[in-house]
C-alpha cells in the first residue's frame, strides 16, 4: 500500500472514530449546524442552502438528517404549546400561584385524569430528591400517578400518608398510595392504620393517644412538601362517596352547609372555608392548618365536577403548584371571573 493511500485511510479512520466518541470535525459540525438553521429557522430551501454553503443538495439532505439523528434539532408543535402556557400564566396570576401546569385533552369530554396524572408523574420525578418528606394524601387521581414516576433510589426520602384508609377488601386500595409511592424511590413510607373515618370522637383520640399515631401526626408537622387532590361533592363520583365513607345523608347535609369539595375529607366551601359539621370529628386525617404551613403544597386535580371544589381548595390551601387539565382551567378561570 503507498504512503499516500495509508495516510488516507489514517485520516478516515481518525474522523469516524472523533465522531464515534462525539468530538465531531469542528468545520463539519459548524457547517451542519449552519444549515440546520438556515431550513429551521430561517425557513431556507435546501437547493438555497446548497447554493450558500456551495455543496451539493444531497449533502445539505444528509446534513439535516443527521443533525436530527444527534438531537441538534428538536421540533415541537410550538403553537399549541403557546396556548397551553398562556392559559397557566393566566390561571397562575388570577390565584396567585407560583406555577400551573396544563396537561392537554384531544377532547373537552375525555376524562382529565389519564392527563393530569402523567403532568403530576413528570413533575415529581422532576422535583423529589434526598432527605425529602412528603405528604401525601390518596384518591384516583394520585393513585394513576403511579405510573408516570420515574423511579430511582432515594437516600433519607420519607412519604407520610396524611389520611387513614379503607378496610374493606376492593379491587384496590387508594390509600396504599403512600407506601407505592414511597417503594419506588425506595424510602420509608408512613401509614395512619386507621379508617379514614371512625365512629366516634372517643375512638379517635384513643387511636392518636394510646394507639401510637400520635408519632405520624407529628411528622406531619415538618414537611418538605405536600401533594393533594380534591373530591366534589355535587357527584357520586368522588373517592369518599364512591368507596362508601359518605352516604346520601352525608352528602345532602354537607351540601345544605355550602360544602363544595375536600381535602383529606376536610370540607370546604367556595369561598375556601371549612363548613360546620360534625363528620369533621371522626376524620382521621392532618389538619388543614399543617397542610397551609408546608412551604411546598402541590394540588393536582380537574373534572367538570371539580370546578367548585377547585376554586374552594386555592382559597382554602393557596397551592404553590397546581396542574391541571386545560378544560378545567378555562372552567376554573370562568367561575373565577363571575365571581367578581
Same mark, same amino acid.
Given at each position: 500500500?503507498?504512503?499516500?493511500?495509508?495516510?488516507?485511510?489514517?485520516?478516515?479512520?481518525?474522523?469516524?472514530?472523533?465522531?464515534?466518541?462525539?468530538?465531531p470535525d469542528t468545520k463539519i459540525s459548524r457547517m451542519?449546524?449552519?444549515?440546520?438553521?438556515?431550513?429551521?429557522?430561517? *425557513?431556507?430551501?435546501?437547493?438555497? @442552502?446548497?447554493?450558500?454553503?456551495? =455543496?451539493?443538495? $444531497?449533502?445539505?439532505?444528509?446534513? /439535516?438528517? !443527521?443533525?436530527?439523528?444527534?438531537?441538534?434539532?428538536?421540533?415541537?408543535?410550538?403553537?399549541?404549546?403557546?396556548?397551553?402556557?398562556?392559559?397557566?400564566?393566566?390561571?397562575?396570576?388570577?390565584?396567585?400561584?407560583?406555577?400551573?401546569?396544563?396537561?392537554?385533552?384531544?377532547?373537552?369530554?375525555?376524562?382529565?385524569?389519564?392527563?393530569?396524572?402523567?403532568?403530576?408523574?413528570?413533575?415529581?420525578?422532576?422535583?423529589?430528591?434526598?432527605?425529602?418528606?412528603?405528604?401525601?394524601?390518596?384518591?384516583?387521581?394520585?393513585?394513576?400517578?403511579?405510573?408516570?414516576?420515574?423511579?430511582?433510589?432515594?437516600?433519607?426520602?420519607?412519604?407520610?400518608?396524611?389520611?387513614?384508609?379503607?378496610?374493606?377488601?376492593?379491587?384496590?386500595?387508594?390509600?396504599?398510595?403512600?407506601?407505592?409511592?414511597?417503594?419506588?424511590? *425506595?424510602?420509608?413510607?408512613?401509614? @395512619?392504620?386507621?379508617?379514614?373515618? =371512625?365512629?366516634? $370522637?372517643?375512638?379517635?383520640?384513643? /387511636?392518636? !393517644?394510646?394507639?401510637?399515631?400520635?408519632?405520624?401526626?407529628?411528622?406531619?408537622?415538618?414537611?418538605?412538601?405536600?401533594?393533594?387532590?380534591?373530591?366534589?361533592?355535587?357527584?357520586?363520583?368522588?373517592?369518599?362517596?364512591?368507596?362508601?365513607?359518605?352516604?346520601?345523608?352525608?352528602?345532602?347535609?354537607?351540601?345544605?352547609?355550602?360544602?363544595v369539595g375536600d381535602l383529606l375529607f376536610h370540607f370546604?366551601?367556595?369561598?375556601?372555608?371549612?363548613?360546620?359539621?360534625?363528620?369533621?370529628?371522626?376524620?382521621?386525617?392532618?389538619?388543614?392548618?399543617?397542610?397551609?404551613?408546608?412551604p411546598v403544597r402541590v394540588l393536582t386535580s380537574g373534572?367538570?365536577?371539580?370546578?367548585?371544589?377547585?376554586?374552594?381548595?386555592?382559597?382554602?390551601?393557596?397551592?404553590?403548584?397546581?396542574?391541571?387539565?386545560?378544560?378545567?382551567?378555562?372552567?376554573?378561570?370562568?367561575?373565577?371571573?363571575?365571581?367578581?
Open positions: 500500500m503507498s504512503d499516500r493511500r495509508k495516510r488516507t485511510n489514517t485520516t478516515a479512520n481518525q474522523k469516524k472514530a472523533a465522531l464515534d466518541v462525539g468530538q451542519r449546524m449552519r444549515a440546520a438553521w438556515m431550513y429551521y429557522i430561517e *425557513q431556507m430551501t435546501q437547493n438555497e @442552502i446548497a447554493e450558500i454553503l456551495g =455543496v451539493g443538495r $444531497v449533502t445539505i439532505v444528509r446534513m /439535516l438528517a !443527521e443533525a436530527r439523528a444527534r438531537n441538534e434539532v428538536k421540533i415541537g408543535i410550538q403553537g399549541y404549546l403557546s396556548d397551553l402556557i398562556a392559559l397557566e400564566r393566566q390561571v397562575e396570576q388570577q390565584f396567585g400561584l407560583e406555577k400551573v401546569i396544563i396537561a392537554p385533552l384531544s377532547h373537552p369530554d375525555n376524562d382529565p385524569i389519564p392527563a393530569i396524572s402523567a403532568a403530576t408523574g413528570a413533575y415529581l420525578s422532576g422535583v423529589v430528591s434526598n432527605g425529602m418528606r412528603v405528604g401525601v394524601g390518596w384518591g384516583r387521581t394520585l393513585l394513576s400517578t403511579l405510573s408516570y414516576l420515574e423511579a430511582r433510589a432515594l437516600d433519607d426520602f420519607t412519604v407520610i400518608s396524611l389520611l387513614g384508609g379503607i378496610s374493606q377488601p376492593r379491587r384496590f386500595n387508594p390509600a396504599e398510595f403512600a407506601w407505592q409511592f414511597a417503594q419506588l424511590f *425506595q424510602g420509608d413510607g408512613y401509614l @395512619i392504620p386507621a379508617p379514614a373515618m =371512625v365512629d366516634s $370522637v372517643e375512638t379517635k383520640t384513643a /387511636l392518636i !393517644e394510646r394507639c401510637g399515631l400520635k408519632s405520624v401526626f407529628e411528622m406531619a408537622e415538618d414537611l418538605d412538601l405536600v401533594l393533594l387532590s380534591v373530591g366534589a361533592i355535587e357527584t357520586a363520583s368522588s373517592t369518599p362517596y364512591r368507596i362508601g365513607f359518605l352516604n346520601e345523608g352525608h352528602q345532602s347535609s354537607l351540601a345544605e352547609r355550602g360544602a370546604y366551601d367556595k369561598e375556601g372555608r371549612l363548613v360546620d359539621h360534625p363528620i369533621h370529628d371522626l376524620v382521621m386525617s392532618v389538619g388543614i392548618d399543617t397542610v397551609q404551613r408546608v373534572g367538570k365536577e371539580k370546578i367548585n371544589a377547585l376554586y374552594g381548595a386555592m382559597k382554602l390551601i393557596r397551592p404553590t403548584v397546581f396542574i391541571t387539565d386545560e378544560e378545567s382551567a378555562r372552567q376554573l378561570l370562568v367561575v373565577a371571573q363571575t365571581e367578581l
